[in-house]
């Protein structure tokens, strides 16, 4: 008898997993151009000031500050792209796992 539970509450649980990693997946298909333009003017709006305060950095220190937000800004643009290309696909492999 337990069993029988068992495998009814296992079916339950991957269609109910199945259900959410679908609605995942359609969500994020459905906003995935506007976080990548969003994130793209990001990007630009804080390249341009970067290269503001570099054309305007007149003490040694400020260029050296300078030079640490374009670090910084290469990291996060690194990061975020590592993010946007492992969210779908985290997501495909946990549809694949339940699937």
Known sequence: MNTILNLLEDSTLDSSLASIVAKLQSLIDSFWVYIVIALAAVVVVWGAYIGI??????RNEEKINARDMIKNLIIGIVIIFVVAMGAPLLIQGLSAWVG
């Open 53 to 58: 305060r570099i054309a305007i950095a007149h």
